[in-house]
C-alpha cells in the first residue's frame, strides 16, 4: 500500500502525524528567533547566550537518554509523551507571561530541555506503531511521518515574517509555542491509547539505567553514531552559511528566503517516495550517496552563489538532504531495534554532534579563511562520514539490541 494511504488510513500513525506537525510548530517557531530574543529582547550578551544554548543543549541530551532508557525500561510512553509536551507548553507561557530573564532561563534550562525529548519520542512512537504493518511498508511510513515535521518550516516561517514585519512583538513566539505544544499535549491526553492497550506490543525491557547506557554506549554504536553526525553536520554547515554566503555575493534577504524555501520544498516530496529507494538500495548506500551529493553542493555553494544556477543547486541539497533528514534516525533506531526509546536517544545524540561538528567547522572556517572554506571543510567532512559508514557496514548491518 502506498505509505501515504497507510498512514492516513491508521488511527495511531494519523495522531502521531498530527502531533509532529503541531511539535514542527513549535521547533519551526522558536528556533529561528530564540537568540534575538535572548540578546535583543531579553539583554543577555551573545557570550551569556553561547552559555544557555550550550547548557539547554547538553541537558536536552541527558533527558533524552534518561527518558529513552526509562520508556524501554517500564513501556510508559504515553505518560512520558504527556509530561514533555505539558513541559514545553509551561515553558512557553513563562516565558511570555514572565517577560524576563529569569523566565527566559528557567524555560530554556529547564522545561525546554525537557520537551525536546518529544522529537525523538514522537519517531519511537510512529514505529511502534508501523511494526504492525508489513515490513516492506514500515520504512516508508517512517519518511511521510518524518516528512510531516518539515511542512511548518514551511508553512510557519513565512507566517512568523508577515505577523513580525507588521509590527507585532517578538515574545508572541512563546505564546504560539504554548498553543502549539498545548495542543500536542491534548492528543495524549484524550486520544492516544493508554499503555498497555496499544495494538502493538510494547513489554518493558527491564533494564536499569546503567545497563541501557552500556547498550547505547558500545564502541560499535558510537562510531556509527559519529558517522552520521558527521554527515548530519552538512546540513547545520548549510544552515550556518547559506544566508551569510548569498548577501555576501550581494543578494537580499529576500533570495535567502526563497533560497531556503525551495530547499525545504524540494525535501518534502523527496521524502514521501523515499520508502521504494529504501528497499531497493538499503539505507547505507542512501546516506552514503546523499552525503557524497550534499558534499558537491557546498562544494559549489560558494563558487556559484552569485549566478543563476544557485537556484539549481538548491534543489541538489534539498534532495540530499531529504535522506540525510530521513534515513540516518531509521538506521539508529535499526541498530537498537529491540530497545525503541534507546534508539531515539541516538538520534538526540547524534543531532548534537552534529551541531557542535558544525559549529566547530565553521568557527575554523572562518578563521583561518572565511565563509567559503567553511563549506569546503565542511564538504570533505561530510563526504569522509558518507564513505566511513559504508566501509563501517560493509558486510551487512550489524544489531545491537
Known amino acids: ?106 524555560a530554556h534550562l529547564l522545561f525546554f530541555p525537557i520537551s525536546a525529548t518529544l522529537f525523538a519520542q514522537l519517531f519511537t512512537l510512529s514505529r511502534l506503531a508501523g511494526s504492525i504493518h508489513p515490513a516492506e ?103 550556518i552559511l547559506s544566508g551569510l554566503i548569498l548577501t555576501a555575493t550581494g543578494r537580499g534577504t529576500g533570495d535567502v528566503a526563497l533560497f531556503a524555501a525551495l530547499v525545504a520544498g524540494t525535501e518534502i516530496p523527496f521524502m514521501l517516495v523515499m520508502g521504494r529507494p529504501i528497499l531497493r538500495w538499503g539505507p547505507v548506500r542512501l546516506i552514503a550517496g546523499a552525503a557524497l551529493l550534499h558534499a558537491a553542493f557546498l562544494t559549489a555553494f560558494p563558487l556559484l552563489g552569485a549566478t543563476p544556477v544557485v537556484w539549481l543547486l538548491a534543489i541538489v541539497a534539498g534532495s540530499a538532504a531529504s535522506v540525510i533528514l530521513t534515513v540516518p534516525m531509521l538506521y539508529l533506531q535499526d541498530l537498537l531495534h529491540r530497545r525503541p526509546g534507546a534508539g531515539g536517544s541516538l538520534i538526540a545524540l547524534c543531532n548534537l554532534g552534529a551541531q557542535l561538528i558544525g559549529a566547530a567547522i565553521f568557527a575554523a572556517g572562518t578563521a583561518l579563511g572565511g565563509y567559503a572554506l567553511a563549506a569546503w571543510i565542511g564538504a570533505g567532512v561530510v563526504a569522509a562520514s558518507g564513505i566511513a559508514i559504508a566501509w563501517l557496514d560493509r558486510a551487512g548491518r550489524p544489531v545491537y539490541a
Do not use: H, K
Open 1 to 106: 500500500m502506498n505509505p501515504i494511504a497507510r498512514v492516513a488510513g491508521d488511527g495511531a500513525l494519523r495522531l502521531v502525524t498530527l502531533a509532529i506537525l503541531f511539535f514542527g510548530t513549535f521547533i519551526a517557531s522558536i528556533s529561528p528567533y530564540q537568540s534575538l530574543l535572548a540578546v535583543e529582547w531579553f539583554g543577555f550578551s551573545d557570550a551569556q547566550y553561547a552559555v544557555i544554548f550550550t547548557t539547554g543543549a547538553g541537558l536536552s541530551l541527558l533527558c533524552a537518554l534518561g527518558v529513552g532508557a526509562m520508556n524501554d525500561r517500564t513501556g510508559r510512553r504515553r505518560n512520558a509523551a504527556r509530561l514533555a509536551a505539558g513541559a514545553g507548553m509551561a515553558g512557553a507561557l513563562l516565558a511570555f507571561l514572565a517577560d524576563a530573564r529569569w523566565g527566559y532561563l528557567v
Open 137 to 239: 511498508e514500515r520504512a516508508g511510513i517512517q519518511t511521510v511521518v518524518r516528512a510531516a515535521f518539515a511542512v511548518p518550516f514551511i508553512v510557519v516561517l513565512p507566517l512568523w515574517a508577515v505577523i513580525l514585519g507588521a509590527g507585532a512583538d517578538l515574545l508572541w513566539v512563546y505564546a504560539a509555542c504554548a498553543v502549539a505544544a498545548g495542543a500536542t499535549l491534548a492528543i495524549f491526553v484524550f486520544r492516544w491509547p493508554r499503555d498497555g492497550q496499544t495494538r502493538w506490543p510494547d513489554p518493558g525491557s527491564g533494564l536499569g539505567l546503567g545497563a541501557a547506557l552500556r547498550e547505547i554506549s558500545a564502541p560499535s554504536v558510537l562510531v556509527r553514531v559519529a558517522a552520521l553526525a558527521g554527515v548530519m553536520a552538512g546540513i547545520q554547515i548549510y544552515m
